[in-house]
């Protein structure tokens, strides 16, 4: 199973870092600007300025410039990815039928065998135990 896309926050410090590093090839370009709100600008301030370069952001803050001109926002987008590989198994049987009906006994069971998460656009997928499913205990309903 692959799913892509999944909805979620990248966070203002994911964001700028992306794009102080990155510039116009950052993932969250659109989502910097200088001056006013890139996306719905408040039109009582100036027109945003985009960035256009990596290090823009760095330079102008180590200029002396308040980082009250940045804006950033950071609304739900379809960022995050994860890959999981499973072996599903069942098994099925059925007595012959009887005097006393039918009768049949039956399982199932998955065994995970990968599972990767990406966080972000910007990061590499991780394939970490502590995030993959529990695996099950087995349990019978016979006595030990």
């Known amino acids: ?20 590093a990155s ?11 200088i001056g006013n709100f890139p996306t719905n600008p408040d039109p009582s301030l100036p027109a945003p300025t985009r960035i256009t370069a990596p290090g823009q952001l760095s330079a102008l803050l180590l200029s002396g410039v308040s980082p009250n001109v940045v804006f950033v926002t950071d609304s739900r987008l379809n ?3 994860q890959k999981l590989k499973a072996l599903d198994v069942s098994a099925n049987y059925e007595f012959p039928r009887s005097d006393f009906g039918n009768f049949n006994v039956s399982t199932a069971g998955t ?4 599972y990767q998460f990406q ?16 695996s099950p205990k087995v349990r019978a309903p016979f006595p030990a």
């Open 79 to 81: 960022i995050a990815g």
């Open 119 to 134: 966080a972000l656009p910007t990061q590499r997928a991780m394939n970490t135990p502590a995030m993959s499913p529990p």
């Open 111 to 114: 065994f995970f065998l990968d």
């Open 1 to 20: 199973m692959k799913q892509l896309s999944l909805v979620g926050v990248a966070g203002a410090a994911n964001i700028l870092g992306s794009v102080n």
């Open 23 to 33: 510039g116009p090839a950052s993932p969250f370009i659109g989502q910097v600007a």
